[in-house]
Every structure is written in C-alpha cells, then in structure tokens.
C-alpha cells in the first residue's frame, strides 16, 4: 500500500495538504509564515518542499488521520521537540 501526498498552495502562506493511503485520504490546511519558513529552513527550499518534508516527518511519527486538521507549521514543534532540528538537517542533507 503506497502512501502519495499533494501540496497545493492555496494563498499566500496557505497550503492544502492531501494524503492518501489506500482508498482512504485525510485533507489538512496548513499555514505558514515568511519568518517562519526562513527559521525553518534558512530558504533552502520553497514553502511547499518545507510543507511536504514536514509532513514526511509527521508521518514517519503518527498516523495521518493523527495529524491536525488545520494547523500553523511551526505547532509541530509542540508536539515534536525535535523537528526544528530535524527538519533543518533533513533540508541541509546532513543526518
């Protein structure tokens, strides 16, 4: 069972990010930030590869049905103390 994302920019700083598993999808809205995309990931990478790597970390952690609905990006870090880290070194291509 293959696991595919979408990332769709759906405003400035808004995306809509779609799982699907199987015959099963979860739908999320995420917000973003200039200062925050640039904490995250120092503009390596556009808004929506930060979105969609950040989703990858979520769901190497929890079930996508687990994740939020509607969140702001750097919430993660709530829940994950560890993904500013990890996410910078993800992005940088470090391990």
Do not use: N, Q
């Amino acid at each position: 069972m293959g696991r595919e994302m979408e990332v769709k920019k759906k405003a400035e700083g808004e995306y809509e990010v779609t799982v699907r598993e199987g015959s099963s999808a979860t739908t999320h809205r995420v917000t973003l930030r200039a200062a925050d995309w640039h904490s995250l990931c120092k503009g390596r990478v556009t808004p929506e590869e930060l979105v969609r790597r950040s989703f990858e970390f979520l769901l190497e952690r929890e079930p996508k049905e687990a994740i939020l609905r509607e969140f702001d990006l750097p919430v993660i870090a709530k829940y994950f103390p560890e993904y500013p880290r990890k996410i910078g070194k993800l992005l940088s291509g470090s391990t």
